[in-house]
């Protein structure tokens, strides 16, 4: 017969397998629990590592080895979140950073995210400054710099929860100093933009302070220094970009840029446009006498570290006045009219164009409205100067000049505007003494005139001072009277026709 179990008595078996499956399930809500626990464990342990001596040696470490070169970074001082680090250094073989009274905040609640957030960072001076390319003999200094991660007391089973990305969310600076190839900026605040893991580029944006160029201008003692408005700017890893910046020079002259700088060759190129700029400042004292106004236009340099400044322009002259050339008192003389003595330029504009040691002056256009119109080119190669011109003027300024109208001016300029007569002007000599041909010219014009046309038309005071050279004072204030065989006058020495023709042709070119 079967015997029956007792009631409420179960197997051995069955109660063991119930603790296995209880001891089992306590294992995985232990695991759960402890990767749930993870992030909080990570964070803990962060703040407690952060402020021990051994990170900061670890950051110097790693600052060191991806720089290439030395860090030093003062003990950090954390007050909750945020720490403060009297000052940084770093330098390497191109590279020497400086700053001063950083501060940062360390949002550890982000850390939970998988990331670094650092945010309100900043610090009080940060100067960057590229050193001076040691000679090709030198090999480079090695680097000792490595960065070891096998030492960082992080338990193995935490690694992984540990952020691999960063964000930080903008960067200022108050005082900012720059210095690369002979180009300084100084005293200016600087703004970095938000920058994360993989960008290889962040904005910039400079307020203020003063900017020193390597660039020599004319009749300029020092470099040229200019105020710093603004500049907006993106810094990659092997270029700065500035996409626009104003600057301010003397007497409120202005003047907008955007160029690049490449760090590994050092070359630069910069396109501004300027407006309001002082003339006098770049002319000798000769020329500030005679010339002013103030210069608009667009400038293109470039350079490197072993090459000088190279440059071009297109400018023109804003309220520009020329006043007593020596070839406009002549012309104020022969023609009577005074307003050649000052004149008013409503164009003045010009290419300028360097070839070497010789400056090229091209497509030069200067016009005084209703009076005269200048154009042509002018090279200038160390004081010495020389150009070819088309000069045009009204006919009524030229029907007081004998024999200018039809044998001087007669030159053909179908691309100008209308209403003027026009001849060619070639100058040499030095930029303290210019010289030109026109006036010898007129010379000739009027003795031809005085042999060929009517007496009449050469008795006034213009034609008496171009005929001096010719015929003498007394001979000039009455020309009339040679072709009438007046004895007193042919006494003088111009005792033939012939022999008036000897002394007109010798200076006058052929027209």
Sequence with gaps: MQRRSRPGKRPATSSSFRWLWWLAGLFVAGIALLIFLAPSL????????????????????????????????APLLWNDDTATVADLSVSNADWSVDAGGLRAALDFGAIRQGKWSIQNAGTDDLSLRHAAAAPASDPPAPNPARFDESSDGIPSFLRRFIPSETVISGFEVHRFLFEHGGWQISDTQLHLGNWQTGDVSLSARLNGGRLKTPINAPEQKQPLQFDLAKATLRIGDSQCQVSDATLRWKQESEATLRGSLKYETGAWQIFTHVKALPLDEFLNAWWKQRLSGKVEGDFEMAGSRTSPPAWKADVSLKGGEINGLPILDKLVTYTNTHRFKRLVLDICSASLRPQGDTLRIENIIVQSNGLLRIEGALTIRGRDLEGDFLLGVTPETLASIPGAGNRVFVENNPAAPPGLQWTRVHVVGTLDAPQEDLSSRLIGAAGMSLLLDTPGAVVNQGAETLLKPVLGDEAAKVPGKIINGASGILENGVNTGAGLINKVLPVFPGK
């Design 42 to 73: 990570v964070t803990g342990y962060i703040r407690s590592y952060v402020q021990t001596d051994d990170f900061r040696q670890k950051a110097e470490a790693l600052i060191a080895a991806r720089t290439g070169g030395t860090a030093r970074l």
